[in-house]
């Protein structure tokens, strides 16, 4: 055989191999999203999204308070988280001859590979022990988880705005300021949008740190100082539990998580589209 | 005749590194003055050096003075983001916003800076794409993207944006570089017509080009100003051997 003919087998079964990895990796996500929906769908009716959770002996019930302790509680820890993130990215991006960029950088990355739990300690202690079991404490917790992966992408992202096109708007007389938010920021909308989306979804999903600062909970809201049910923990709790209409909630907390989180994925690519194709 | 800029003693250095050494040049106003080098002789530090763009490369430094219609614009006192807004300035490679339509790309200068009157912008825009010779070509495509134009029309596009905030002085840094002949002869055409109503800084490293569009000629050697003086003469009289070696193509 020659080498070409060598080289087209070699091609042709190395794209074989990718297709098959490829395959392999997509099994675990479409089989845990088939029977999320499998299972959970026949659970999901109007009681399902308007009740709060049954408790032990109660037929009925709904998952309707954890999705509203969910959602305040994700929204919290992201209005402190992204702010932040975003913040600490952008210096990362535009400053980094500065010379304390290198060890935040360096902490940051150390702040990601923390374990959840150990965040949820954390807060435990700092926050928990004087105000309580409280919305106030998961939100701190989760937002503690939300920081570094929205530092992350946001430097990650303007950084892959060209150096000329910053160059372009300063010598057009532009402050250092406006060139960052409408040059380099718009530039990197797109990414930065995605490494947000990742985040929320990443701490809708948390149960660890929650667990920790807000406890197992099952009642409506009632104020930032107080605990409040959420979808995560429903999970866990029902699931284990030896009642089979918890163990349905459970499914059906699980497809409203899935379902909420692919919902936030959606509109934020089809909010940053490219303008210009 | 008027000066523009009076370069007195400038010097400027990349970290310990110094490229421009001890450099004093007076450029006319309403002219085009080319700068010609070898590579890495300063050519564009020394350009950069004129709207103070050198010093925001990290551990860039300046010393010396650079005159700018009389005044220093190294003294303390002065605002470099304001001195920016006095000088145009075209990039080797074209550089439109990305994600910025024509129209945009064209009013940035100005929208960046907080104008927001419709009516004076649709005007700049379109006097300013006249001016750089690209309205025809795009006068119905404004809302496209910048970045959809070829080579040639991104670096007019480039020039537009520049003279929409109708700066003192254009300067361009190897504006051709990139560009394909027939993109190059527009663009030659188009800083003499530039240099009518500006003062006109161009770097080139095409011997010809200098020929071709500038009135004045400076040849740097190794951050050293060799030789200054009227186009005609640094190419037909050259004074010093190093100029005569780099202008018949001996070295470079």
């Not at chain 1, 029977?35 to 999901?44: D, E, M, Q, T, W």
């Not at chain 1, 969910?70 to 010379?99: D, M, R």
């Not at chain 2, 994600?99 to 700049?124: H, P, T, W």
Request: charged fraction near 20%.
């Amino acid at each position: 055989m020659d080498h070409y003919t060598i080289r087209k087998i070699i091609d042709k079964s190395m794209r074989i191999l990718a297709y098959l990895a490829l395959i392999v990796a997509l099994v675990p996500l479409f089989s845990i999203l088939s029977g999320v929906i499998l299972k959970g769908a026949s659970s999901i009716n109007i009681d399902f999204l308007t009740q709060p959770s049954p408790t032990v002996g109660e037929a009925g019930g709904g998952v309707a308070n954890a999705i509203q302790g969910t959602l305040i509680t994700v929204g919290l820890a992201s209005l402190i988280g992204i702010p932040l993130g975003l913040i600490s990215g952008i210096f990362l991006s535009e400053y980094s001859e500065a010379k304390i960029s290198s060890p935040i950088r360096f902490f940051n990355d150390v702040l990601s590979g923390f374990p959840s739990i150990v965040v949820g300690i954390f807060c435990y202690a700092l926050i928990v022990r004087t105000i309580g079991f409280s919305i106030t404490a998961a939100a701190f917790a989760l937002s503690i988880i939300m920081i570094p992966i929205v530092t992350r992408t946001t430097e990650e992202a303007m950084k892959l705005v060209p150096a000329t096109v910053r160059e372009a708007a300063i010598a057009l007389g532009v402050p250092k300021w406006r060139t960052t938010v409408s040059v380099v920021l718009s530039g990197a909308k797109k990414g930065i949008a995605t490494g947000i989306l990742l985040a929320v979804a990443r701490i809708a999903g948390e149960s660890a740190p929650v667990l920790v600062t807000m406890g197992y909970w099952r009642w409506w809201f009632a104020g930032l100082n107080q605990p409040v049910a959420s979808l995560a923990l429903n999970i866990y709790i029902f699931a284990i539990s030896p009642f089979e209409n918890w163990q349905a909630l459970a499914w059906g907390s699980a497809l409203v998580l899935v379902i909420l989180i692919l919902g936030i994925n959606v509109t934020v690519r089809t909010l940053t589209r490219e303008k210009y194709k | 005749m008027f000066y523009k800029f009076e370069i007195e003693n400038l010097n400027a250095w990349f970290g310990s590194k110094q490229v421009l050494k001890n450099i004093n040049i007076k450029i006319r106003e309403k002219a085009v003055t080319a700068i010609i080098g070898p590579s890495g002789c300063g050519k564009t530090t020394l350009i950069r050096c004129l709207n103070r763009m050198h010093e925001i490369v990290p551990h860039a430094r300046v010393s010396g003075k650079v005159l700018f219609n009389g005044i220093d614009i190294y003294a303390e006192d002065v605002d470099p983001v304001q001195t920016r807004r006095k000088m145009g300035m075209v990039f080797q490679k074209p550089n439109p916003f990305p994600m910025m339509s024509i129209y945009d790309n064209v009013a940035a200068g100005l929208k960046l800076n907080g104008v927001r009157d419709k009516k004076r912008l649709n005007e700049v825009v379109e006097r300013s794409l006249k001016m750089a010779i690209l309205w025809d070509e795009v006068k119905d495509d404004l809302n496209k993207s910048g970045a959809s134009l070829s080579g040639g029309q991104q670096q007019r596009l480039c020039i537009a944006r520049a003279l929409a905030v109708e700066p003192e002085v254009m300067l361009m840094d190897e504006p051709a570089s990139a560009l394909d002949p027939i993109a190059t002869a527009k663009l030659e055409v188009l800083i003499r017509m530039l240099a009518k109503d500006y003062t006109v800084v161009i770097v080139t490293h095409n011997m010809q080009q200098a020929a071709r569009v500038s009135d004045f000629t400076a040849f740097l050697y190794l951050g050293e100003l060799i030789e200054y003086g009227s186009t005609k003469d640094v190419f037909e009289n050259p004074k010093n051997e190093l100029t005569e070696k780099y202008i018949t193509g001996q070295f470079g």
